[in-house]
């Protein structure tokens, strides 16, 4: 019989009972039903996300075919008009002759007749006057070609945008509205808070969502 090294027999000894603890747990795990994987604490609010993404999807394109839109009514329709709130701002202004005529005037008006324009020099109404038609003048060319493009179909999806871009709000509010456990699901509000304050360009991020990072 071959001499028989104390060393090995202790070491096959040892290998033969991790293996025989190894077949006997693996019969046991293989015997035992197999437990579902437990669900991630922040599910819901990756559920919520995935939906919220897929609303934004369906609000691009709608604002991408209201644009096309809104360029080919435009195109169509020709040059625009001066807007009434620009004229507003860009505003003629009384001439300098005129202004000092009328606070000539105002020094011997009484208060109760103020808020009348009777007491006004002739050329200064006649300014006015001129002012007042013109302003209708842009205010009436305006609401023409606003009417042509509504005709050209320009706002046709507008109503099927803005249902959509309140349906991707409302799941940003939900999301916020959700309690949150983990680190992953504290960025899927980040994500949704960024998404609904506006697209962030070139990784800028406003003053607010640094704070909320």
Same mark, same amino acid.
């Given at each position: 019989m071959p001499?028989?090294n104390?060393?090995r027999?202790?070491?096959l000894t040892g290998?033969?009972?991790?293996l025989?603890v ?6 046991k795990?293989?015997?035992? #039903? ?6 991630? #604490?922040?599910a819901?609010l990756f559920?919520? %996300?995935q939906?919220? =993404? ?9 604002e991408?075919? *209201? *644009? ?6 435009r195109?169509?329709?020709?040059? %625009? #008009?001066i807007? #009434? ?5 860009r505003?003629p202004k ?5 202004s =000092? ?16 324009t009777?007491?006004e020099?002739a ?8 002012? %007042?038609?013109?302003?209708?003048r842009?205010r009436a060319a305006w609401?023409?070609y606003?009417?042509?493009?509504k005709e ?15 349906e991707?709000?409302e ?5 916020? *509205?959700?309690p949150?456990h983990?680190f ?8 949704a ?6 697209e962030?360009?070139k990784?800028?991020m ?8």
């Open positions: 001499a028989i104390r060393r027999l202790l070491n290998a033969g009972l991790a025989a190894t077949s006997t747990i693996a019969g795990a293989s015997a035992a #039903p197999i437990a579902a994987p437990a669900e991630h #604490p922040d819901e559920r919520l %996300e939906e919220m =993404e897929q609303a934004y999807a369906r609000m691009k394109r709608l991408r075919a *209201s *644009s096309r839109a809104d360029r080919k009514a195109k169509a329709a020709g040059p %625009e #008009p807007r #009434p709130h620009e004229w507003e701002k505003g009384m001439p300098e002759h005129l =000092e005529m009328r606070q000539t005037a105002l020094k011997s008006v009484l208060f109760v007749n103020f808020l009348s009777d007491w020099p050329p200064v109404r006649a300014w006015r006057d001129a002012a %007042e038609k013109e302003r209708g842009v609401d023409e606003h009417a042509k493009l050209l179909g320009y706002d046709a999806n507008e109503d099927a945008f803005n249902a959509c871009c309140s991707h709000d799941f940003a509010k939900r999301i916020c *509205s959700i949150v983990t992953e699901g504290m960025a899927v509000k980040l994500r808070h960024v998404r609904t304050g506006g962030i360009e990784e800028e406003y003053l607010d969502d640094y704070a909320f990072a």
